[in-house]
């Protein structure tokens, strides 16, 4: 982590205001007045949600007498920018919102949560190697081989079977036997094309290798990869293996020049078995009339199990709250301690709609893959993201590109490794 550069930031402030693209200038949401004693201040950045956050210091103040004042970030405004705006002008609030890159600006700045009873009871808290337990999670994603559970019952394939190679080849070779009988475009619904959808083959697939099948502490495979941009050759081959079964048993219509929305709409209608995307897609499908057309299908998800043994999805927070030290913090503690417990949780799950990370969390949400991922969870069969540990845009803009070729047949799965081998290497050469 690094100390906030308080020349760099004014500097950043400084284009802000002439630009006028970040900052309380922008918003009426996001105010600059300083907290009043006794109040606590939150910042918000899932503006989706504003109004159920809201709701949740309302009842927060109703159950403590504590007055919690949201701040909230509209959508598109630059919210590390913000807050280093409430740092210099001594408005820091007292509980911070960051998403993993974010923590890198408060070297120092932010406390050490690690012997808060919630810190016990989710495996999804931001953890510094150097600094503790920084993070509070509120709600948590998760990726995995999202599939139609309907279709699978009716192939006669059970998916707690699929924890290995050979288990998932099965699998797909019995849907797409009954592939046109059941009105299936392809068995999975799978995507290479780079420049839209980088993010997913980059980040989020190439994530599966790094972390499918391990605890949640191992970084094993993230740690080599940042040793220079190595890979551990023979997993990694492994895990080409299972791209290529994608690529094989993908629709030849999206793999290589399909966009976001063909694939997810494409799967809400049933016409693909599984899709490599992760829970995120359940708000669409909610809001879907081809999925409730289709049945509102009850769906689940399965391990990249690319060995045998597999059985984790890969979930994280997508951001954090985490407490400032120049705030009120232990006010700020027991208000978090509060967020994981059951009436927080109840507005946090049924409320905004948020995938609870607490292991004993009651409530779940009306999302089609909440029940599933919850189970997970409570099992303890996660692992996490450390793909959020590479270099900035190496998933994106340099591996993404690898997939893209191996979709399109210039290369074998041989070949994938090396490529992938030479754009790690070549990518932390530059560093």
């Known amino acids: 982590m690094r100390r906030v550069n308080a020349i760099a930031i004014s500097l950043i402030l400084l284009a802000c205001l002439v630009l006028g693209g970040c900052g309380a200038s922008q918003t009426e949401d996001v105010t600059?007045?300083?907290?009043?004693?006794?109040?606590?201040?939150?910042?918000?950045?899932?503006?989706?949600?504003?109004?159920?956050?809201?709701?949740?210091?309302s009842q927060y103040e109703k159950e403590t007498?504590?007055?919690?004042?949201?701040?909230?970030?509209?959508?598109?405004?630059?919210?590390?920018?913000?807050?280093?705006?409430?740092?210099?002008?001594?408005?820091?609030?007292?509980?911070?919102?960051?998403?993993?890159?974010g923590f890198s600006n408060w070297d120092g700045l932010l406390v050490d949560l690690s012997d808060q009873d919630w810190a016990g009871r989710t495996d999804a808290a931001y953890v510094d190697s150097a600094y503790g337990t920084l993070g509070f999670p509120y709600?948590?994603?998760?990726?995995?081989?999202?599939?139609?559970?309907?279709?699978?019952?009716?192939?006669?394939?059970?998916?707690?079977?699929?924890?290995?190679?050979?288990?998932?080849?099965?699998?797909?070779?019995?849907?797409d036997a009954k592939k046109d009988s059941l009105g299936l475009k392809a068995v999975v619904g799978y995507c290479a094309?780079?420049?839209?959808?980088?993010?997913?083959?980059?980040?989020?697939?190439?994530?599966?290798?790094?972390?499918?099948?391990?605890s949640r502490s191992d970084t094993t495979y993230i740690d080599l990869l940042n040793n220079g941009g190595q890979l551990d050759t023979a997993r990694f081959t492994d895990y080409a293996e299972m791209m290529g079964l994608f690529i094989e048993y993908s629709d030849p219509d999206l793999v290589v020049d399909g966009t976001y929305d063909d694939q997810v709409a494409n799967f809400a209608s049933g016409k693909y078995a599984f899709v490599t995307q992760g829970s995120w897609i359940g708000a669409t499908l909610s809001s879907s009339d081809a999925y409730a057309a289709a049945g509102s299908f009850a769906v689940g998800m399965a391990p990249y199990a690319f060995q045998d043994g597999m059985e984790t999805i890969l979930t994280s927070a997508p951001s954090w709250w985490a407490v400032?030290?120049?705030?009120?913090?232990?006010?700020?503690k027991a208000f978090l301690q509060w967020c994981s417990e059951d009436s927080a949780q109840q507005i946090l799950v049924e409320g905004a709609g948020f995938i609870s990370p607490f292991k004993d969390c009651k409530y779940v949400a009306s999302d089609p893959f909440a029940s599933v991922i919850s189970?997970?969870?409570?099992?303890?069969?996660?692992?996490?993201?450390?793909?959020?540990?590479?270099?900035?845009?190496l998933g994106q803009k340099g591996i993404a590109f690898a997939y893209q070729k191996f979709a399109k047949g210039e290369i074998d799965a041989a070949g994938f490794v090396k490529e992938v081998q030479k754009i790690t290497t070549d990518w932390y050469k530059k560093l």
């Open 375 to 393: 189970q997970y969870i409570s099992a303890g069969k996660t692992s996490s993201w450390h793909w959020m540990d590479m270099p900035e845009n």
């Open 324 to 332: 400032s030290k120049e705030g009120n913090v232990e006010a700020a």
């Open 139 to 175: 709600t948590t994603e998760a990726i995995g081989l999202a599939y139609n559970a309907n279709i699978l019952e009716k192939c006669g394939v059970d998916p707690a079977s699929i924890t290995g190679p050979a288990a998932m080849k099965a699998a797909f070779e019995a849907i």
């Open 193 to 214: 094309e780079p420049e839209n959808l980088g993010w997913s083959s980059g980040n989020h697939l190439f994530g599966a290798y790094i972390d499918s099948g391990l």
């Open 65 to 101: 007498g504590i007055k919690v004042e949201v701040l909230n970030v509209p959508a598109g405004v630059d919210a590390q920018a913000t807050l280093k705006g409430y740092y210099l002008s001594d408005q820091m609030p007292d509980i911070i919102a960051c998403e993993a890159s």
């Open 32 to 57: 600059t007045e300083a907290a009043f004693e006794g109040t606590l201040r939150l910042l918000n950045i899932k503006s989706e949600v504003s109004e159920q956050i809201g709701t949740l210091a």
